[in-house]
């Protein structure tokens, strides 16, 4: 049984894996593969280097520089899109390979979005009210009100996606009341409910 987490940036979406994580369930983490694969001897340097040069430093690709090359460039962030997406698609196999005998999570911030909803049984959205995420997003290092719009443009609205989802967890509560919504989907995917 595979649930698909996601959530709009800012939402409050990794704290929710870390919680799943927490409750015994094996948590594939999309962004943390993507780092993975682009770090320091990872499989994507060189032809993320040939694609975009001068994206790498020290055998890494330096992400706020790849950033700066797509950024606002729909045609660069799908040649992009084209290089790690299926070596995304290859580490999530081996994960179910590994966990595929019991319920896991692919935390994947753009699950609609790359049409990874497809391949999940159940969908859960993590959402927080709009000022809630906006505070959230403008209080990271180096965001701007303009980065910010760019990617909310390039997210399906918050509102569909919630529309969409079997289950929704708010996260502008306690920590307490978010792990409560966290094992109350558990156990209601368990006896296979939110279907």
Same mark, same amino acid.
């Given at each position: 049984?595979?649930?698909?987490?996601?959530?709009?940036?800012g939402?409050g979406k990794s &704290?929710?894996?870390?919680?799943?994580?927490?409750?015994?369930?094996?948590?594939f983490?999309?962004?943390? %593969?993507?780092?993975?694969?682009?770090?320091?001897?990872g499989?994507?340097v060189?032809?993320?280097? %040939?694609?975009?040069?001068?994206?790498?430093?020290?055998?890494?690709v330096?992400?706020?520089?790849?950033?700066?090359?797509?950024?606002?460039?729909? &045609?660069a962030i799908r040649?992009?899109?084209?290089?790690?997406?299926?070596?995304?698609?290859v580490?999530?196999?081996?994960?179910?390979?590994?966990?595929?005998?019991?319920?896991?999570v692919?935390?994947?911030?753009?699950?609609?979005?790359?049409?990874?909803?497809?391949?999940?049984?159940?969908?859960?959205?993590?959402?927080a009210?709009?000022?809630?995420?906006? &505070?959230r997003?403008?209080a990271?290092?180096?965001?701007?009100?303009?980065k910010?719009?760019?990617?909310?443009?390039?997210?399906?609205p918050?509102?569909?996606?919630?529309?969409r989802?079997?289950? %929704?967890?708010?996260?502008?509560?306690?920590?307490?009341?978010?792990?409560?919504?966290v094992?109350?989907?558990?156990?209601?995917?368990?006896?296979?409910?939110?279907?």
């Amino acid at each position: 049984m595979i649930i698909g987490l996601t959530g709009s940036i800012g939402m409050g979406k990794s &704290a929710v894996a870390a919680m799943f994580a927490d409750e015994g369930v094996p948590v594939f983490d999309a962004d943390a %593969v993507v780092h993975g694969l682009q770090g320091r001897g990872g499989t994507l340097v060189s032809a993320i280097e %040939v694609a975009f040069p001068g994206s790498t430093v020290d055998g890494a690709v330096d992400r706020p520089r790849l950033g700066a090359m797509v950024f606002g460039d729909d &045609a660069a962030i799908r040649r992009l899109e084209r290089i790690v997406h299926p070596a995304v698609a290859v580490e999530r196999a081996t994960f179910l390979e590994r966990h595929g005998e019991s319920l896991v999570v692919f935390d994947i911030p753009l699950l609609f979005e790359t049409g990874g909803d497809r391949n999940v049984d159940r969908i859960v959205v993590v959402f927080a009210p709009a000022d809630v995420q906006r &505070a959230r997003v403008l209080a990271r290092p180096g965001m701007t009100i303009e980065k910010f719009q760019a990617i909310l443009a390039r997210q399906m609205p918050d509102a569909e996606k919630r529309s969409r989802a079997h289950f %929704v967890i708010a996260t502008d509560t306690s920590f307490d009341e978010t792990r409560a919504q966290v094992r109350a989907v558990i156990a209601c995917v368990k006896r296979g409910e939110g279907g």
